[in-house]
């Protein structure tokens, strides 16, 4: 298959620290293809922004990635070194973090920033890099665009300044754009209008989007499938209304069942007890076992890797059991 | 109903200087600046109710809480709680007495614990401050049980702060807002800190804490979803001024000012009906040069001459009070 644009196969993140290695990543696999927004979830530290950080080679040092392999199309990506790495980001894969302040440049002018993005990847003139810049804006829907590429970034509004991050990130026109929580740091009434300008733009041009956020509601509106990650593992992945309405995996189970719903009004909302573990700390088998309601002896010795569940991926030793008795009923 | 209320918030409202230094002002020129952070906000909380406030950021809605637990000062208008008015000087005495009945948990669990004390004294402050003369054996005993009561292990206290997670800070929190037995609980955003399954842990703790110990909350949030979960009745704030004031089935059902109506269709739509939505247009405008006449005119669909010039008052209209000429012309 060719559509495949990004494949992460089988990848392990670690950090060394004094009292040991600490692996934040522990063999994830998935892959994203043309013009499809996969969402990935997950509560603060199960490993969703190192996930990120990893395939675009932003880790934080002493982060390495220890096993696995990340290609973008056939290239591997994951091995190429600081300056290759540097021409594939921002050419091949954009990125959108969650403060559009801090990702700015507060020195240059909005359109400085642009012109300079476009002229460093792609062959242009600086009059069409300029035009460009224009149209760019204009398309993530900011008015008078023409006048405002002269503006810095504090003269822009949270939303607007997030506009323009979207801009900078489809200035090199890439096939891959990473959004880390792009409208967490914004009001909802502004996140509606984010979250329709990155669905847009790239469904029109046809860009992957890997999309980071804690907000179901949000993955609910914009992916096309989820990757729901516990303690640096997947848990589950399948299309967006299996997993938000029809979920297998306990934890998933768990996690829509604790977001308060704007419908109906539950009494008390589903809590799974207890807290993901440390990093230091976790637990062997499956990962989610000491919080499951569900789990059974196997699941405290043996780590489950994902198994085909309907048009899912779930890494659960439950539907494992139940195929094999499926399979002994039949025979 | 004026009867049972135990909060009476009357014509709030509170105004920052913002101005630049004197001398600045002087030498460059200038005006003095103010922002109008709350204008005019009156509402009643019941006994044993739940009063939630939503808005997005800059609505006022932090200062409204901080206010009601005397934490900032007012520029205007009256809170009687109990039938005691806090911003009046002379009942001081009583409002003294007010204080330990009226408690408040904050949004950030990390920065409201101190981290160099043990959570037992943590726990045990508001005890000390309202009570000094409970024999320290006393003291522990009541600290054990708190803990206990939010889920947390009595041997616990012997901790610091930052050996817990953020969701046990957020139970260390509340159990310090209960050590003086309160009546009356302001929460600011008690959960958006918290990933979700945590939060479902602490809104069903605070449910559960109210029913056992009939505790009247006033719920500040910006998350329409949980606020329907929690709340009695809900007031939707928009640039310093209430809107629209309403139970959670009308609001959500029948939302009567177009702000409302703009915020609930903004949310992201779990459920996945596949709606269509109207794009929200613009953003809250700067406090410092609020609109004229209505606040939400120039993003309001259905604004004409009237919002422009007269600022609308919380009326009755339908099951709700709603600020908006367009709902009492009975345009909408």
Same mark, same amino acid.
């Given at each position: ?21 600490? &692996? ?8 994203? &293809?043309?013009?499809?927004? /996969? ?66 440049? #507060? ?55 997030? &506009?323009?991050?979207? %801009?900078?990130?489809?200035? %090199? ?28 733009? *790239? ?21 096309? &499938? ?20 029809? #979920? ?6 768990? /996690?829509?069942?604790?977001? #308060? ?30 919080? *499951? ?5 196997? *699941? ?15 890494? *659960? ?15 | ?10 014509? !709030? ?12 002002? !002087? ?20 006994? +044993? ?8 950021? +800059? ?11 005397? !934490? ?70 009541? =600290? ?60 069903? !703790? ?28 809900? +007031? ?43 794009? =929200? ?40 009070? =709603? ?10």
């Amino acid at each position: 298959m060719t559509d495949i644009v990004l494949s992460v196969r089988d990848l392990h993140v670690e950090f060394p620290t004094r009292r040991g290695i600490l &692996r934040a990543i522990d063999g994830i696999s998935f892959e994203i &293809r043309k013009g499809e927004v /996969l969402g990935v979830v997950g509560e603060s530290g199960a490993g969703k922004s190192i996930t990120g950080s990893a395939i675009i080679g932003l880790l934080e040092p002493p982060g390495r990635i220890s096993g696995g392999a990340v290609y973008l199309h056939d290239q591997r990506i994951d091995n190429i070194g600081p300056d290759a790495m540097r021409r594939v980001r921002g050419k091949k894969i954009g990125m959108i973090f969650q403060d559009p302040l801090t990702s700015l440049n #507060p020195l240059y002018t909005v359109g400085r920033q642009l012109t300079e993005t476009i002229l460093t990847h792609l062959p242009v003139s600086a009059e069409e890099a300029e035009k460009r810049a224009v149209g760019l804006l204009e398309e993530v829907g900011i008015p008078a665009a023409a006048s405002r590429i002269n503006a810095y970034p504090h003269q822009f509004s949270g939303g607007m300044r997030q &506009r323009v991050v979207i %801009a900078l990130a489809l200035a %090199a026109e890439p096939e891959l754009v990473i959004a880390d929580e792009p409208t967490t740091a914004l009001d909802v009434s502004v996140q509606a209008q984010i979250i329709a300008v990155l669905k847009r733009l *790239c469904n029109e041009r046809g860009v992957a989007v890997m999309l980071i956020t804690h907000d179901m509601g949000v993955i609910a509106e914009t992916a096309d &499938r989820v990757a729901v990650m516990y303690s640096g593992r997947l848990a589950e992945l399948g299309p967006v209304r299996d997993v938000v309405k029809d #979920p297998h995996h306990p934890y998933t189970k768990g /996690l829509m069942g604790s977001i #308060p719903h704007l419908g109906g009004e539950a009494d008390r909302l589903v809590q799974i007890s207890g807290a993901m573990p440390r990093l230091d700390a976790i637990p062997t088998g499956c990962a989610f076992h000491p919080r *499951c309601e569900k789990a059974f002896a196997r *699941c405290h010795i043996e780590r489950p890797s994902p198994i085909s569940v309907d048009k899912s991926r779930v890494a *659960c030793w439950l539907y494992e059991e139940e195929k094999i008795e499926n399979r002994g009923g039949a025979a | 109903m004026t009867q049972s209320a135990l909060v009476k918030v009357d014509d !709030l409202s509170r105004t920052f200087d913002v101005s630049r230094p004197w001398l600045n002002r !002087l030498i460059e020129g200038g005006e003095k600046e103010f922002l109008k952070a709350v204008r005019n906000v009156s509402f009643l909380i019941e006994k +044993g109710e739940t009063f939630a406030l939503v808005g997005e950021s +800059g609505s006022g809605k932090s200062t409204v809480a901080k206010m009601v637990v005397g !934490l900032l000062p007012t520029s205007g208008g009256n809170i009687v709680i109990d039938g005691v008015n806090m911003v009046d000087p002379s009942q001081k005495a009583q409002v003294r007495a007010l204080r330990r009945r009226i408690q408040m948990i904050f949004q950030d669990p990390y920065a409201s614990l101190n981290p160099r004390w043990r959570v037992d004294r943590i726990i045990a402050e508001p005890i000390r401050a309202f009570e000094p003369l409970v024999p320290q054996r006393d003291v522990d005993a009541r =600290v054990g049980e708190l803990l206990k009561l939010v889920g947390l292990d009595p041997r616990d206290g012997r901790k610091f702060p930052h050996e817990f997670s953020g969701g046990q800070r957020q139970r260390i929190c509340i159990a310090r807002a209960l050590a003086s037995k309160p009546e009356f609980i302001v929460c600011d955003e008690p959960t958006s800190a918290l990933d979700v399954s945590v939060q479902a842990q602490i809104l069903n !703790l605070m449910r559960d804490l109210q029913d056992e110990f009939s505790l009247t909350y006033l719920f500040i949030s910006h998350d329409l979803a949980v606020v329907r979960h929690m709340a009695t009745r809900i +007031g939707v704030m928009y640039l310093g001024s209430l809107v629209e004031v309403a139970k959670p089935d009308d609001l959500f059902n029948t939302p009567q000012h177009p702000y409302t109506r703009m915020l609930l269709d903004a949310i992201p739509d779990l459920d996945m009906t596949g709606r269509e939505r109207d794009a =929200v247009k613009g953003e809250i405008p700067n406090p410092i040069h609020p609109p004229t006449g209505c606040a939400f005119h120039p993003r309001c669909p259905f604004a004409y001459d009237r919002c422009r010039s007269e600022k609308p008052e919380l009326k009755a209209g339908g099951n709700a009070r =709603v600020a908006c000429h367009a709902v009492e012309d009975r345009r909408l």
